[in-house]
C-alpha cells in the first residue's frame, strides 16, 4: 500500500491516505505522481499531496496528522516538543543534553524535564 499526506498551506499534515499500489503504477514502478493525481480527483483538485513511507523508507519520518513537511531537505518530521530542541540530520528532535543510556528497572523510563532542563526517572 502506498500512504500519501494531504498539506496545508503551511506543509503542515492534515491527514494521510491509503492507496492500493496497483493504483499508482506506471509502465511497472510506482509512481507519486500517479499517486498524487488519484488523491486530487478523489479529495480535491487544489488538495496538495506528497506521499509518506510507513516505515520511513521514503523522506526520513512517516507522515502523521500535525507533522511538518520539509520542502528543502524533502522529509517529514514532528512538531518541535520544546523551543531548545535541535532538529537533527535524520528529522528527529534531539534535547539540549542526550537522554541517557544507562539501563533502568522494570517499568521505570526517562522523561524530561522542561523547567529544570534534566532527565527525571518515572515509574
Known amino acids: 500500500m502506498a500512504h500519501f499526506a494531504e498539506l496545508d498551506s503551511n506543509n503542515v499534515v492534515l491527514r494521510v491516505v491509503v492507496i492500493n499500489n496497483n ?10 505522481t500517479k499517486g498524487i493525481a488519484l488523491c486530487q480527483q478523489l479529495l480535491g483538485a487544489n488538495t496538495k499531496w506528497v506521499q509518506t513511507s510507513y516505515n520511513g523508507n521514503k523522506r526520513k519520518n512517516y507522515a502523521g496528522i500535525g507533522h511538518t513537511y520539509d520542502a528543502t531537505n524533502d522529509w517529514f518530521h514532528a512538531p518541535q516538543p520544546y523551543s531548545n530542541w535541535v532538529l537533527d540530520a535524520n528529522a528527529i528532535w534531539q534535547p539540549p543534553i542526550p537522554k541517557p ?11 524530561w524535564d522542561q523547567k529544570n532542563q534534566e532527565w527525571d526517572i518515572v515509574e
Open 101 to 111: 543510556t544507562a539501563p533502568l528497572a522494570a517499568g521505570q523510563q526517562y522523561r
Open 23 to 32: 493504483d499508482i503504477i506506471d509502465n511497472g514502478v510506482e509512481s507519486e
